[in-house]
């Protein structure tokens, strides 16, 4: 069974997985772009493109979905009692205090990003500081942590970033393919050329799919452990249950949110009808699990 203790470590292989894969799936794409065209720049550019997101994805990551989300850091002076509640949380699950972030946004929610513990970050909107209780703010604030503690903060940001350079990429070979294809239309070409440019046309519209895909499945499982080990944190599962409905139930979509970062935060923030049975083809596109599950699944916990 997947703990605390043992995700970290697990967390950490899949990241440098997912970072391998992500090199490995960009060079296949520019390969196949690149043969269509007949310019082995495309190859070359593909190749040193991934090396370069990838280092980028690691260390800078973090700072990019903040500045996306127009997140401002706050210090204790500035909010002591979120400042109080994130020290005290820390000091029970044994993590260092992370940099705590504000987005000025009246819709309820929050996020955790950053590669380690050491460089970890809390973000919390101004609407969820308003319209949470304090042991429902503890309940989000655990859950955030145990994303922190079992390091699914890394591939969460990691995803985040690369998701949206193969998306980027695979819409500028797409136009790239068209444009070429038509340039080089009066010259001819092989059968194997046009396959490949066939190939690489349906590649360029499946790639973002399939790396869509793998967002929300990573995201999904995430958040069911996470919420188990912050109701273990605050030994009170029923604070964060009801922040998670007060969350779902919030009608404002957060405006800072995009497609890129919804699987961050502890809530899907695009306010998706979740109401009655969720089919499994939907569930595949579905950034967090359906919080009457979760929910359930909180009230189930006993512990005393």
């Not at 350079?165 to 070429?180: E, K, N, P, Q, S």
């Not at 979509?253 to 049975?277: C, D, M, Q």
């Not at 569930?283 to 929910?295: A, I, N, Q, S």
Request: aromatic fraction near 10%.
């Amino acid at each position: 069974m997947s703990t605390i203790y043992n995700q970290a470590d697990k967390n950490v292989r899949s990241s440098w997985f997912l970072i391998s894969f992500f090199i490995i799936a960009i060079i296949l794409i520019g390969y196949v772009f690149s043969y269509a065209l007949n310019n082995s720049g495309i190859l070359y550019f593909a190749v040193g493109f991934s090396i370069i997101s990838s280092f980028i994805s690691y260390w800078y990551s973090d700072k990019i979905v903040l500045a996306m989300s127009a997140a401002r850091e706050v210090k204790h002076e500035d909010n002591p009692e979120l400042y109080h509640i994130v020290e005290n949380l820390c000091i029970t699950a044994g993590l260092p205090v992370p940099k705590i972030y504000i987005i000025n946004d009246t819709a309820p929610n929050a996020f955790a990003t950053g590669r380690d513990a050491e460089h970890a970050v809390i973000a919390v909107t101004s609407g969820l500081l308003q319209k949470l209780e304090k042991v429902e703010l503890e309940g989000v604030i655990a859950h955030e942590l145990s994303h922190v503690g079992n390091r699914d903060i890394l591939i969460a940001t990691l995803v985040t970033v690369m998701v949206g350079v193969i998306v980027l990429l695979a819409d500028w070979f797409r136009h790239m393919t068209f444009w070429g294809r038509k340039s080089d239309s009066d010259r001819g070409g092989g059968q194997l050329q046009l396959i490949l440019f066939i190939v690489a046309i349906v590649l360029s519209i499946l790639a973002p799919i399939f790396a869509y895909l793998m967002q929300f499945a990573i995201s999904r499982k995430r958040e069911f452990l996470a919420d188990a080990d912050g109701a273990l944190l605050t030994r009170y599962p029923e604070g964060l249950a009801r922040a998670l409905e007060k969350i779902s139930a919030d009608s404002e979509p957060l405006e800072v949110a995009n497609r890129a970062t919804a699987h961050l935060y502890i809530a899907s923030p695009f306010k998706e009808n979740e109401k009655g049975k969720i089919g499994f083809f939907t569930k595949l596109f579905m950034t967090h699990p359906p919080v009457e599950e979760r929910v359930a699944a909180l009230r189930g916990i006993g512990i005393k």
